[in-house]
């Protein structure tokens, strides 16, 4: 996940220069673009919002306003921020159109859009398939599955966050393949699945627990979308049952009918 700022809000200490030369003041505007663009990723600039003035900046991380200047100029080439002559300096909207169809991958998705991405595996346990799971699967319940908790982010912000359930033994070290190549699709070939395919896909909005809205650096009074889906390896066997929460104001799904 991008750093997150303890105290965004409160005068950030001044930046001390050691000296004169060309890294330092490289190294002044990228961190500041940086954190402007932690806060905004967190929330703490919502889009549309006007950030403070090239001024206001300048006092609060102790530079000069040429300094502040490169670093918007920075977001703004990153798509996070606009400018507007005699307005100021507004947070853009950001918005990933995600496709759902029959072959539904996260860094294609991102990739179609222009973006890069990841998928970070936050938590990696070992569970006993409960209804839901066990009928998605096609197991018995109380049979052992990995459970993997997984952060989606594109262009540095969270866009999902979800719990990711497969059957065990068949897929026993997938965490640590997917943490180490950053894909389910990746640590799939590397267990013998060359393809898969979404059976299905549920989508449902509601409200996010805490945990699910600080994961996605919102606040838990905006809604985000669920779902839920299943994929099948090439026989048709069930090989991963998906809980996924979309940050709402960050995604659009569009569902691909030609491609279900």
């Not at 965490?175 to 190549?181: I, Q, R, T």
């Amino acid at each position: 996940m991008t750093n997150r700022l303890a105290s965004w809000g409160v005068a950030s200490p001044p930046l001390t220069t050691p000296d004169s030369n060309a890294p330092a003041r490289d190294s002044f505007w990228s961190r500041i673009a940086q954190q402007l663009a932690d806060a905004i990723g967190q929330g703490q600039y919502t889009p549309g919002e006007r950030l403070p003035s090239e001024h206001v900046l300048a006092e609060q991380f102790g530079v000069n306003r040429h300094t502040i200047r490169r670093s918007l100029a920075h977001l703004g080439q990153r798509g996070l921020v606009r400018s507007t002559q005699g307005r100021g300096t507004f947070v853009e909207t950001f918005a990933v159109d995600l496709a759902l169809g029959k072959r539904t991958r996260h860094r294609q998705n991102l990739a179609q859009a222009g973006l890069r991405g990841s998928l970070q595996v936050l938590q990696s346990r070992t569970v006993l398939a409960l209804d839901e799971q066990a009928q998605a699967l096609k197991v018995s319940v109380g049979s052992p599955l990995l459970c993997l908790q997984v952060l989606g982010e594109g262009a540095g912000q969270p866009l999902h966050v979800s719990e990711r359930f497969f059957p065990l033994p068949r897929f026993a070290g997938l965490g640590d393949a997917v943490a180490s190549s950053g894909s389910i699709t990746e640590a799939f070939a590397q267990h013998g699945v060359s393809d898969y395919q979404r059976q299905e896909s549920r989508i449902s909005a509601r409200l996010p627990s805490p945990d699910v809205a600080t994961l996605l650096s919102q606040v838990s009074s905006r809604p985000v979308l669920l779902v839920s889906s299943v994929n099948v390896d090439p026989h048709g066997v069930p090989i991963e049952f998906a809980l996924a929460w979309f940050a709402g104001d960050r995604v659009t799904l569009t569902v691909k009918n030609d491609d279900l």
